[in-house]
């Protein structure tokens, strides 16, 4: 199931690439896409009975946090492409890109897909090399346009994001030698499945030094501060769809690169060292995306400085620790997947109706596209963690856990980061959706496969805020014990 999950994005990358018209590439990429979902949720689903799938020789395999990655990437990934038949269809239509960069658009955005995809099912510290391959994939789809602004914007991401790549690579080596000197020279101590078993004896020095090159390596790609610099450039100049992938799903992969090593690292050095990191981490993540968010100007700005804060919250969760900070994190990883999707692809619609990404010259878009305005809406009090949406329940979970977990200091300074957030991005959000529309501007809907794509994660949105159905609940409790 591995194996076709993954071959599923490549053939789909070499049919469309044979495409000669926007129909055709439309109806093969859509088709990937289904295929994908399908063999992901399938995966998923084996995982949930069988506890663990193993696929050549042990080089790839997935537990319940592999298969948690898979759903993410999977669902997301279906979403985006409904997505890009309405949005890279307008922008063919209105002659920004040719159907030959249309075409190399969905060539390029299934690879990607493939590379997210392997991450969640790499059995082995070569993680590294399924990360960077992302960063190459999603760095050509930042310069589709060819604007000297996102040329700009991919070379700073390529160069911080390998400079951060290099030291999970340090790290990685760390590990690696620590777990020859009790696995053997062999390929076992490569695989996270002879790691975990072995993970209380390893060298607690050595292990110390690793989790800080991996929490700086995989921090950089995972946007947390003050590593995060390369975020807003890319996540605003790239594709509206590609940026809801880099920041719903991509983050997600490289903070699972830096949970993985965490799970090892706490059995060999104990917990105090790396949650104390992960804490200091998340909270300079929240702090610094204050300010940036208040002062902002452009909505999709606004909306990656929104994605530094919410690694910010995972990496507290995962720091203050417990049953009940795992939980939440993890469950915060799905639901800011979800939300930070919703919202990309509203900021999208409103692009392509207004022509613009400055906030002041963007109002009253509730009236000029009600569907789009209404949906921004809720997505804007979501992702700032209002009840009863998903994110609070993550986000109240994960406060629960530091102040239970004895971390009151850091817990107050959450509180009051997110409440600072709040007001600063429901404020840009109120300004988009209300007043009247600026002259020009008629009303009416971008495309139907926009507004479906939207209505798709608002369900997520909704659902989880109320209910958690048991499945996926349980789903997320296996995770939390892979990770403990």
């Avoid at 760390?174 to 390893?202: C, F, P």
Wanted: aromatic share 14%; charged share 10%.
């Amino acid at each position: 199931m591995i194996e076709y999950m993954l071959f599923s994005p490549i053939l789909t990358s070499f049919l469309c690439f044979l495409t000669k018209t926007r129909r055709q590439v439309e109806i093969v990429s859509l088709s990937g896409s289904i295929a994908t979902l399908v063999l992901g949720l399938a995966l998923v689903a084996d995982v949930y009975r069988n506890g663990m799938v193993v696929a050549w020789q042990n080089a790839l395999f997935a537990d319940a946090f592999g298969a948690f990655i898979v759903l993410v990437v999977s669902i997301v990934g279906f979403v985006a492409s409904i997505y890009s038949m309405g949005y890279m269809g307008h922008e063919l239509e209105h002659e920004i890109i040719d159907l030959v960069r249309l075409r190399m658009y969905y060539v390029l955005f299934h690879i990607f897909m493939f590379t997210m995809l392997l991450v969640g099912v790499t059995n082995n510290l070569g993680l590294w090399i399924a990360i960077e391959m992302t960063t190459l994939v999603s760095a050509l789809l930042m310069i589709l346009y060819s604007r000297k602004s996102s040329v700009e914007a991919a070379w700073k991401y390529m160069i911080i994001c390998t400079v951060g790549i290099t030291f999970a690579l340090f790290g990685t080596i760390l590990t690696y030698y620590g777990a020859v000197k009790i696995l053997g020279e062999n390929g076992d101590a490569l695989n996270w499945t002879s790691l975990a078993a072995v993970a209380d004896q390893l060298d607690p020095t050595i292990m110390k030094l690793a989790f800080i090159f991996i929490l700086i390596g995989y921090g950089t790609k995972a946007g947390l501060a003050p590593m995060h610099t390369w975020l807003p450039d890319a996540h605003s100049e790239a594709p509206t769809p590609v940026s809801a992938l880099l920041s719903g799903v991509l983050l997600n992969c490289a903070m699972y690169g830096i949970i993985r090593f965490y799970s090892i690292a706490t059995k060999s050095t104990g917990a105090a060292f790396s949650s104390n990191l992960l804490i200091i981490f998340g909270l300079l993540s929240l702090g610094i995306a204050v300010p940036f968010i208040i002062l902002q100007e452009d909505y999709k700005r606004l909306l990656a400085y929104s994605s530094v804060e919410h690694m910010g919250i995972v990496a507290l969760g995962l720091g203050f620790g417990g049953v009940f900070g795992v939980f939440g994190a993890i469950l915060h990883m799905f639901n800011h997947a979800m939300t930070k999707s919703l919202m990309f692809f509203g900021a999208g619609n409103i692009l392509l109706k207004h022509e613009t990404k400055e906030i002041d010259r963007v109002s009253g878009l509730v009236k000029s596209m009600p569907a789009t305005g209404t949906m921004f809406v809720i997505g804007g009090l979501a992702i700032t963690g209002s009840p009863p949406f998903s994110i609070f329940i993550s986000e109240f979970t994960i406060l629960a856990a530091g102040f239970s977990q004895g971390y009151i200091i850091p817990a107050v300074l959450f509180l009051l980061f997110i409440i600072m957030i709040f007001a600063g991005f429901f404020y840009h959000v109120s300004r988009i959706a209300f007043g009247s529309p600026g002259t020009g501007i008629t009303a009416g809907e971008v495309s139907r496969w926009t507004l479906c794509s939207m209505a798709i994660l608002l369900v997520f949105v909704l659902l989880l805020g109320f209910y958690i159905p048991p499945q996926f609940y349980d789903m997320i409790m296996k995770v939390v014990e892979v990770v403990r």
